[in-house]
């Protein structure tokens, strides 16, 4: 099934050229079935980019999703167009009157400030209180999972001596899990930050449980019990090139970086990577879609409100 996009979106023929299905609006709204409203709060400096990687990865299930894109209505963004904005996105303040079934909050380059200093930070502590109402279950990626756990349980963040940059062995935890169902015992993941949270401050809150580690990335994926609320530290929808881009820019720029650990074959740049990770990155989204939001969300989503406590 697919994920239902704007006709005109970009990311569509991008969509198109790997084969994922992205129903047009026009054929989605003759159908008798109601699609999975999931909300996206794209806070990543290249939002088109990051559209379609994680289009790509909500886009891969037998369920249709139906994508609302989400911006910090207090943030000017610098590097995506004022016309795609307006365009694809709604500012948070104009859907806090809606519910959705689940929501992807991205990454964000902010991660060596403190949270209180970010210039959204306010508006991002209410988008946590209304998908704390009025979404069912929260997908939190790097940056948005350090936040996300800041703002339920107050677990910081900690500083990095180097940056945690490449492409890092995970070790699953408990595979019966639902989130971890169908994944192998160790797979891999991209990381790419300055920052991270350490996996004993996870596992002393009782309400979370951690899912995945990594030894040399540390803590990876966790969970709230009850399956609303998922943390990833890493990237996992990365593109087979994100890295190399981020490496490149940053050596364009003069800044000391190193090359991206188990990313290159031989750790050397002038080669490609191979591409080791989609099949786990399709399967944690695929299990978020049907076990935690699917199965779980009102039919009727005017009365998701009155089941959260």
């Known amino acids: 099934m697919p994920v239902r996009i704007p006709d ?45 990687q994680l289009l790509r990865l909500l886009g891969n299930t037998s369920l249709q999703v139906d994508i609302s894109f989400v911006r910090m209505g207090s943030h000017e963004s610098k590097n995506t167009p004022t016309e795609h904005l307006d365009a694809f996105y709604e500012p948070l303040d104009r859907v806090l009157g809606e519910s959705f079934d689940g929501l992807v909050i991205t990454g964000a380059p902010v991660e060596t400030l403190p949270f209180e200093e970010v210039d959204y930070w306010p508006e991002f502590c209410e988008l946590m209180e209304w998908s704390r109402r009025r979404v069912w279950s929260t997908m939190h990626i790097c940056w948005g999972a350090q936040a996300g756990l800041f703002w339920r349980y107050g677990i910081d963040k900690h500083p990095l001596e180097e940056k945690m940059f490449g492409l890092f062995r995970h070790r699953a935890l408990d595979l019966k899990n639902p989130l971890l169902r169908g994944f192998d015992e ?113 039919y009727d989503l005017g009365e998701l409100s009155k089941d959260l406590p």
């Open 8 to 52: 005109d979106l970009p990311a569509r023929a991008q969509l198109e050229l790997e084969n994922i299905f992205a129903m047009p609006a026009a054929r989605a709204a003759h159908q008798d079935i109601r699609p999975l409203r999931i909300a996206v709060a794209n806070l990543m400096p290249t939002k088109m980019v990051t559209e379609t």
């Open 186 to 298: 160790v797979f891999l993941a991209p990381h790419s930050r300055h920052t991270e949270l350490r996996r004993e401050d996870i596992e002393a809150e009782p309400a979370l449980t951690m899912l995945a580690v990594s030894e040399e990335a540390g803590a990876y994926l966790a969970a709230s019990k009850d399956g609303r609320e998922v943390y990833v530290t890493g990237h996992p929808e990365y593109d087979r090139l994100t890295l190399k881009a981020e490496y490149d820019r940053d050596v364009a720029k003069g800044l000391p970086i190193k090359v991206p650990a188990n990313y290159f074959p031989g750790d050397d740049p002038r080669l490609p990577p191979l591409m080791t990770w989609r099949s786990h990155a399709h399967l944690l989204y695929a299990n978020w879609l049907n076990y935690y939001v699917y199965q779980q969300t009102p």
